[in-house]
Structure formats: structure tokens, C-alpha cells
């Protein structure tokens, strides 16, 4: 059984699994199924907006796929979310994402 598979069936388990369905998501990324990809997380950041991690893997797709101004408007809201639930490693790295992207990071 693939990595795919097991987390497909995890998912069918527990569709509302918001660590499964991150999962899930990174290994559409990973095989190159950005729509897949895009699609869960696009979903998860809805379902669950808490879950912080999404946003940097959202913003850092949407900038594979050229969407800058979404990227950009991903960090942001994940920078606020972040500090919301007091994760202050996640809004660190949302941060140097997005100054990375608008060219403002170091070099």
C-alpha cells in the first residue's frame, strides 16, 4: 500500500482529521497533483482555520503556482491566526515567507 493509499484510507476513516488531511494534502504536492493539493488545503484553511500549518503550505503553493497575490494574502492571514492561538514559531516563518516574496528578506 502507498503513502497515498494509507492516507486515503485514513481520511475515509476520519474525513474531518485535520492532521490527515494536511497529510494528505503535502503528498499531493509531493507527487505533483497541485490541484489535489490545492484543493485540500484550500478546504482545510475553511474547515479548520486554526490549523496553522496550512497557511504556509497554501501560501508556498499558491506561489508555485504564480498566484503571488494569494500567497501574499495567505501569510498574512496565517501571521494573525498564529498569533490568535499563540504559535509564534508558525507566525515567524509566515513572516520571512511573505518578506521573502516581496523581496524584502535577507539575502
Avoid: C, N, W
Avoid at 50 to 79: F, N, P
Amino acid at each position: 500500500m502507498s503513502r497515498l493509499d494509507q492516507l486515503l484510507a485514513f481520511h475515509a476513516d476520519d474525513p474531518d482529521d485535520s492532521f490527515v488531511r494536511f497529510a494528505l494534502a503535502a503528498e499531493y504536492v509531493k507527487l505533483g497533483r497541485l490541484d489535489a493539493a490545492l484543493e485540500m488545503f484550500e478546504a482545510l484553511m475553511r474547515d479548520d482555520p486554526r490549523y496553522v500549518g496550512t497557511y504556509y503550505h497554501l501560501g508556498k503553493l499558491y506561489e508555485r503556482l504564480g498566484r503571488t497575490q494569494d500567497a501574499i494574502s495567505t501569510y498574512r492571514a496565517g501571521m494573525d491566526r498564529a498569533m490568535e492561538v499563540t504559535d509564534f514559531h508558525a507566525r515567524s516563518e509566515l513572516q520571512s515567507a511573505l518578506l521573502e516574496l516581496q523581496g524584502l528578506g535577507a539575502d
